[in-house]
């Protein structure tokens, strides 16, 4: 859990993972985020992040 607790903002889905080999990827808006978060998602995203 984090501490104090942040509520997760979409920014978006990676596209193209498996053709990038340097799996470097360009954030265009990130607002005034103070931590960042990837969650593993079902293909074509879901509603809210999978926080299990």
Known sequence: M????LTPTSI???NDFT???AKVFA???TGDAQAFGI???PAGGS???TME
């Open 39 to 41: 969650t593993l998602e």
């Open 12 to 14: 978006g889905l990676l």
């Open 19 to 21: 053709k990038n080999p």
């Open 27 to 29: 954030v265009e808006t």
């Open 47 to 49: 509603a809210t992040p």
């Open 2 to 5: 984090l501490t104090p607790t």
